[in-house]
Structure formats: structure tokens, C-alpha cells
């Protein structure tokens, strides 16, 4: 080895001898800083939450431990627990808040928070910290005074940390992993409902001279971002399970997705209503792409209100099936259209504009006479429905919903339907009216076949027009259904082949005596249908809807209770004159067999 390169060995260890003892001597002074500072951080962060909340939170923690190297901190078993007499107190000077939080967690992580710029300029900046799988108990209880306090209090938090720092800083707090429980204080008996696997993110948190005043920040936050996923539970009643897939809201942007939103039967379509007891709708349904927007977060902080400027569902299905074999529902469901419904919802909704794009609806029954399912489809559903509303505010302002919606039905004829609903109607009053586009009528063999034993054997519907107004009891209005070359069989189920078979002589007389085979008609007149229709207690708000232009439909084709008492009484008259005719050949039969025993 030559002299240079010695020389050169020799210098790099005294170099890396230097820094090895410079960091040792940073760990040596880190670990007896933390070790003594211990206590006095203790003091500090228990003495900063008392006073940053009024003395209504405490915070306790078995352990601290620091480094000033990384700028890292812990405290271990950390719990933040409300002074239940401070929040008494609170509430009769009515200063309490409506949420109280109860905090549980293993660790509470700060990673660099830059010490030197705490000790030199009084700044305490901190890139991140993270509660790793906190338990969260929220407790709501709403009070008149805070209806009208601004979103920024009187009093700034740093007013609390003035005498420690000029400034707090936290650039991301995480809630990793979250179970969440809330229970709702408002009513006589609390109502709890929890949720897991919640991810919560609070961005650039500060505390300044200015930041109370900043208008562009949401309790002192630039932005919240929550995110779940894989959510699932059971309904109540044990029918149903509701599942969510990727849910994400950003409180910056107001907006909130969800990747998949399902409500899943728990047992097949045969099922389901027998572990009922009766007949009941089951419904099956799949969203995808639900996006709301325009979210006020401070407003569903403080009051659990909801309230968004538009909702987007695209891509889905709403299956509903009923099982009319089984026994009838006993109970009446009057009071439970879908605004009636909205309006019992327990916390506040407003969604200005809900708009529909690619869902399909479809509504089923399995028939008790034939044994078959009959099925209606709208598929390709679009449209917007306004003012979903059961705020008493909004409604002051305008107590009407409405939905404008295009479908097409049983894929082919484009439906045109508007509704109006009365939010504030006692009696569930509302308005529906559309127009129905040409479309083959054999595809409505789907559904009359099964559930009117009726085959169309030809037509071509050219529009349906109808307009009616209905409530719980009731539906009046009128159809116009135009139509051409309508030609239908009528059917039995033949027991012994186990299927539908034609009547040949009552589809003829049907066909001869009662059914319009044109409307308008050759003289061209169209014969309107003036609806009146009462509507079974106990039937659902599908069913009332289908039954109501189904009336329409069977006056408008010529099926009138007039001409049905008609061609009853025909065929009442053809089975007499048959069993006459069978009489008269059984007694010829019988004397012929007479004449011949006398021979």
C-alpha cells in the first residue's frame, strides 16, 4: 500500500470515526432527552387538551416515548374521554356541543414533527399523525342553541396554545382501520348503529392567529377524506343484506362515491315469502356508480342533516318479485309510497337533483291459477327525480317531488312517465301521466299469459297515453290506447299436462263479441277508458300503479264489466245448451240400449 493511499485510509476513518460518534452521541442525547423529558411531555399534552376544550376532554396515556433524531413520538394506551360534569355544566350556559366522543386506541404515532422549529421559532409543524385502530363512541344529542352558530367559533383555539406556540401544524391525521359506533340521543330510547373498517384522513389541520377566520376551512381543516370498504350488514328483519363496495367522500369537493351499493334477499324468490308467512315483495337491487354531490359536512356534523346538491346512480337493477300463491298480506300499506316513506325517514334528507342513467326495474308475480311467473320490464331507465326532500324548510319553500323518467318497456315501446308527488299530502296524493311509443304487443305475453291467462296472438301498439291522479284509497284519470289487428287466445291451465292450453270456442267469442281489434276504428274514433279504480289496502305502490293503467288497457281492447257479464253470459248459455245436448244423446243412448235387450 503506498503512502498516498494510507494517507487517504487513515483520513477516511478518522471521518467515519467522527460520524459514528456523532451519531452516537445524538442517540446517547435522544435517549436522555426522552427519558427526561418524559414527564414534562406528559404534562404538556394533557395540560394543551384541557385547555384546547374547555377542560371538556382528557387524555390519558400509559406511556410517551420521543425521538428527537426522526422526530418521531408515541403514546400508548391512549384514551380521550369527555368530563361528563363539565358537559353538563356546558349544556345549562348552552355552550355544549351536539357530538361528545369517546376515543380508544392502542397507539398514537407522531412522525416528524420537527422539534428545532418548535424550540427555535415556537412552530410546532408535523407531517403525520396516526391513530392506528381507534374504538370511536360519537353521542348526538341535538340542542335548539346551536342552530344558529356559525361554522367558525367565536373563540379560536389559539387563543389556548398562544402561550406555548405561534403556530400547529399537522399536514395528515389518520384514523386507520376504525370501529365506529354512534348512538343517537334524541329520542326516548338511544338508537346505536356502528360500522368497522372505516378509514378517515384530515388534511393541512391549523392552528394560527388567522386560520378561526379562514373561510376556505372546515374546523380547521383544508379537507376530510373517508374511505370504507367492503361494508355489509343485516336488516332487522333479517331478509335482507345491504352491502357497500368502495365508498369515498372528499369533503374539499363535496363529493362522495360509491363503487356498488347492493340489497340482497337472503333466500330465492319461492322462498322468501314463506319465511314471511305471506305474500310479500321481495326486492332485489344493484347500483353501481353512486356519486352524491355538493355535500354540506359541517351541516351533517352538527345536525346529522343531510344535504346534497345532485346524486348520480348509473347501472343497475331494481328487481321486485311477489309470490301471490301464499297467502295474502293482512297488513294495509296505506302510508308507505315512496314519498310517504321519505318523510318517515328519522334524520334529515335533501338531494336537490337525483338522476337516473342505464337502470333496469322490473316487477314479477308468480300466479296461483296458472303456476307461472309473469314479469313486466322498463329497462334502460333514465331520467331525474327533483326536491327529494323531508326537511320542513325545504318543503316550506316547495312541498312537491318530482320524476321525469324514460324506460323502455319490455325493452321495445319508450316510456315517457312524469310524476308529481305531494310531500305534504296526509293521503299520499299524486300525479303520474307518459306516453308509451309503438312496440309489438306479443312481448306482453310475458306477463299475460301467466298472471291474465290471455295470449296476444297479434297487435301492434301504436302510443298509450294516460294521466292520472291517485292517493291511498284511490286513482281516477283516463288512457288513450291506440292500437291495430289485436287478436287474443284465451287460456286454461290443463292440469294433467301441467300447462296453459287455448279455449278455443270463449277465444273465439272473446274475439267476436268482445275484443276491439282496432282503436281508433274503422270510422276513426278512439275509444278513451276513464279510470276509476279502488285500490286494494294491502297492495304495494308497484302494484297499485300496474293495476290502475292495466284497467285502462282492458276497457280501451273492448274487456268492459259490461261486455264480461256479456260473454259470461254466453258462455254460461253455450254450457247449458252443451250439458242439454249431452242429456238428450245419454237418453237416446239409453233407449236404444232398451230396444235392443227387448229383441
Known amino acids: 500500500m503506498t503512502k498516498k493511499v494510507r494517507k487517504s485510509y487513515n483520513s477516511l476513518k478518522w471521518v467515519l470515526g467522527i460520524l459514528l460518534f456523532g451519531i452516537l452521541l445524538l442517540v446517547a442525547m435522544s435517549w436522555y432527552l426522552s427519558v427526561k423529558i418524559q414527564p414534562v411531555i406528559k404534562t404538556q399534552v394533557r395540560t394543551m387538551v384541557l385547555n384546547a376544550t374547555d377542560s371538556l376532554y382528557r387524555i390519558e396515556f400509559s406511556d410517551v416515548s420521543t425521538n428527537f433524531i426522526t422526530g418521531s413520538a408515541t403514546l400508548n394506551d391512549v384514551t380521550i374521554i369527555p368530563d361528563t360534569v363539565i358537559y353538563k355544566k356546558l349544556t345549562g350556559l348552552k355552550l355544549a356541543p351536539n357530538n361528545i366522543y369517546y376515543v380508544r386506541l392502542k397507539k398514537l404515532m407522531v412522525r416528524n414533527f420537527h422539534p428545532w422549529n418548535a424550540l427555535r421559532f415556537r412552530k410546532l409543524k408535523i407531517d403525520v399523525l396516526l391513530f392506528d385502530n381507534p374504538d370511536v363512541v360519537m353521542v348526538n344529542r341535538q340542542f335548539d342553541f346551536n342552530e344558529s352558530k356559525r361554522q367558525h367559533p ?237 326537511s320542513t324548510v325545504v318543503k316550506a319553500q316547495n312541498h312537491y317531488m318530482f320524476a321525469n323518467l324514460t324506460s323502455y318497456m319490455m325493452g321495445q315501446g319508450r316510456l315517457d312517465v312524469n310524476f308529481r308527488f305531494d310531500l305534504n299530502a296526509r293521503d299520499g296524493a299524486f300525479i303520474y301521466s307518459g306516453k308509451l311509443g309503438p312496440m309489438d304487443g306479443r312481448v306482453l305475453n310475458r306477463i299475460t299469459k301467466p298472471l291474465g291467462m290471455v295470449e296476444v296472438k297479434s297487435g301492434k301498439v301504436r302510443q298509450l297515453d294516460f294521466d292520472i291522479n291517485a292517493n291511498d284509497l284511490k286513482a281516477s284519470g283516463k288512457v288513450d290506447f291506440a292500437f291495430n289487428d289485436l287478436s287474443v287466445a284465451l287460456l286454461k291451465k290443463d292440469e294433467a299436462q301441467g300447462r296453459l292450453v287455448k279455449q278455443g270456442l270463449m277465444s273465439f267469442l272473446a274475439n267476436a263479441m268482445v275484443i276491439n281489434s282496432d282503436n281508433p276504428n274503422a270510422a276513426g274514433v278512439l275509444l278513451a277508458a276513464p279510470i276509476k279504480y279502488e285500490r286494494v289496502k294491502t297492495a304495494s305502490f308497484f302494484n297499485f300503479i300496474w293495476k290502475t293503467l292495466f284497467q285502462g288497457i282492458k276497457y280501451s281492447v273492448g274487456v268492459t264489466p259490461e261486455k264480461e257479464r256479456k260473454i259470461k253470459l254466453q258462455i254460461a248459455n253455450f254450457e247449458k245448451m252443451k250439458s242439454d245436448r249431452d242429456k238428450r244423446r245419454a237418453e237416446r243412448q239409453k233407449r236404444k240400449a232398451r230396444k235392443e235387450n227387448r229383441r
Open 154 to 390: 367565536d373563540k379560536s383555539p389559539y387563543d389556548y396554545i398562544s402561550g406555548y406556540l405561534k403556530e400547529l401544524k399537522v399536514k395528515t391525521i389518520d384514523f386507520k382501520n376504525i370501529s365506529f359506533k354512534y348512538v343517537n340521543n334524541n329520542t326516548s330510547v338511544p338508537q346505536v348503529d356502528s360500522i368497522k373498517n372505516l378509514n378517515i384522513t384530515l388534511k393541512n389541520w391549523l392552528i394560527d392567529k388567522n386560520s378561526a377566520k379562514d373561510e376556505s376551512r372546515f374546523y380547521f381543516l383544508k379537507d376530510i377524506v373517508i374511505n370504507l370498504n367492503n361494508y355489509s350488514f343485516a336488516t332487522p328483519d333479517s331478509l335482507y343484506h345491504l352491502n357497500l363496495n368502495e365508498l369515498n367522500f372528499s369533503a374539499a369537493s363535496g363529493k362522495l362515491y360509491i363503487k356498488s351499493f347492493r340489497v340482497v334477499p337472503r333466500y330465492d324468490e319461492m322462498k322468501f315469502g314463506q319465511v314471511a308467512g305471506f305474500a310479500k315483495d321481495r326486492f332485489n337491487i344493484e347500483m353501481s356508480d353512486m356519486s352524491l354531490e355538493g355535500i354540506d359536512l359541517p351541516l351533517y356534523i352538527r345536525k346529522q342533516e343531510l344535504y346534497a346538491k345532485e346524486m348520480n346512480i348509473s347501472n343497475g337493477f331494481v328487481e321486485v318479485f311477489n309470490n301471490n300463491s301464499l297467502p295474502k298480506e293482512t297488513e294495509a300499506r296505506i302510508g308507505k309510497y315512496p314519498h310517504q316513506l321519505l318523510q318517515k325517514v328519522k334524520g334529515l334528507i335533501t338531494v336537490k337533483q337525483l338522476n337516473l342513467n342505464n337502470v333496469d326495474i322490473s316487477y314479477a308475480e308468480f300466479d296461483r291459477d296458472s303456476r307461472q311467473k309473469g314479469k313486466i320490464t322498463f329497462e334502460r331507465t333514465s331520467g331525474s327525480i327533483t326536491n327529494v326532500t323531508n
